[in-house]
Every structure is written in C-alpha cells, then in structure tokens.
C-alpha cells in the first residue's frame, strides 16, 4: 500500500499520526519510518478502516530509527468501521516494530487498541 518516512518536530512530548482509508486498498501491507522521534515521547498511531477488508489480514511494519531513550508509550489504536464479520479467520493484524539500535536501557509501554463500531453482536 505505502512506504512513508515521517520527519516530526524535534521536541514534542506527544507525535501524533493518523491514517484514513477510505476504502483502504487490497492487499494492503505498510511500511511506516520514524525518523527521529522525539525523546522522551509518547507515540499514537491511528488507523481508520472504512469498510475494512475483509477477510482482513494486514501487516503493518514500523522502523524507529533511532529510537527514542526513553521511550515512554507506544500507542496503536485500529478503528474498523464496520467490523468485520465474526469468523474466527477473518481477521488478521500483524505488527512488526523495529528498533534499531535498540535503546538501552529499553522501557516503553506498549498499547493496542482496537475499535470496533458498531461493536459486533454477542453470541
């Protein structure tokens, strides 16, 4: 889908990226560089789906380089609009994070939302 190098301001205490797909591509795997981020920070990735794929399988790679010392939070917040339909294989989300070099020492907080509206029916 995308290779994007974002360049934020030096010093923010918080960074901030969102992404809106409308209708998001298929198949859709991204590449997202950080470069630098802000030390310390705390970091929120958005992503709006609308309608999400499905079945939805995704990878979604992140490269911070160099990553912030240290690094505070690390947010991750996935917005399906609708949800996908409620099959045990039809949805799939693969984050991979690479720091390079790795902070030391390396402490973070690392948090995964997911949104799902409206929220699918309960069994």
């Given at each position: 889908m995308?290779?994007?190098?974002l360049?934020?301001?030096?010093?923010?205490s918080?960074?901030?990226?969102?992404?809106?797909l409308?209708?998001?591509?298929?198949?859709?795997?991204?590449?997202f560089?950080?470069?630098?981020?802000?030390?310390?920070?705390?970091?929120t990735?958005?992503?709006?789906?609308?309608p999400?794929?499905?079945?939805?399988?995704?990878?979604?790679?992140?490269?911070?380089h160099?990553p912030?010392?240290?690094?505070?939070t690390?947010?991750?917040?996935?917005?399906?609009?609708?949800p996908?339909?409620?099959?045990p294989s039809?949805f799939t989300?693969?984050?991979l994070?690479?720091?390079h070099?790795p902070s030391?020492?390396?402490?973070s907080?690392?948090?995964?939302l997911l949104?799902?509206?409206?929220?699918p029916p309960?069994?």
């Amino acid at each position: 889908m995308s290779i994007s190098t974002l360049h934020p301001p030096p010093s923010p205490s918080s960074f901030t990226f969102t992404l809106h797909l409308h209708p998001p591509p298929l198949p859709s795997p991204s590449t997202f560089t950080l470069h630098p981020l802000p030390s310390p920070s705390s970091f929120t990735f958005i992503l709006h789906l609308h309608p999400p794929p499905s079945p939805f399988s995704s990878t979604f790679t992140l490269y911070l380089h160099p990553p912030p010392s240290p690094f505070s939070t690390f947010t991750l917040l996935l917005h399906l609009h609708p949800p996908p339909p409620p099959s045990p294989s039809s949805f799939t989300f693969t984050l991979l994070l690479y720091l390079h070099p790795p902070s030391s020492p390396f402490s973070s907080t690392f948090t995964l939302l997911l949104h799902l509206h409206p929220p699918p029916p309960l069994p």
